[in-house]
């Protein structure tokens, strides 16, 4: 069974950076597209960075040219670099398949932007 973990959130100015990773226990990086979402209050979940197997990524208008979605297959790892962020920025940040799968939800990370 796929474990995803993610890890990096915390508590940033606006304007600032952070780097989100998320760890998979088992190899399905390599074989599968992958996806970061975020869950702001009181909104659904949604995608916010996707990555190919070949490494094409593709971005909603929200976070294009801030944020970098990334993937290291050796290591089961996937990574969301997040630059100039805005307190609508705010949530909690997931890791999944593109599309998602239901067993794949773990507790996310969650990203709060505040002065």
């Known amino acids: 069974q796929v474990q995803l973990v993610e890890s990096g959130g915390g508590l940033v100015q606006p304007g600032g950076s952070l780097r989100l990773s998320c760890a998979a226990s088992?190899?399905?990086?390599?074989?599968?597209?992958m996806g970061w979402y975020r869950q702001r209050p009181g909104k659904q979940r949604e995608l916010v960075a996707a990555i190919t197997t070949g490494g094409t990524t593709n971005y909603p208008d929200s976070v294009k040219g801030r944020f970098t979605i990334s993937r290291d297959n050796a290591k089961n790892t996937v990574y969301l670099q997040m630059n100039s962020l805005k307190p609508e920025d705010t949530a909690v940040y997931y890791c999944?398949?593109?599309?998602?799968?239901?067993?794949?939800w773990g507790q996310g990370t969650q990203v709060t932007v505040s002065s």
């Open positions: 088992g190899s399905i990086f390599s074989i599968t597209a």
């Open positions: 999944n398949a593109l599309p998602p799968r239901s067993d794949y």
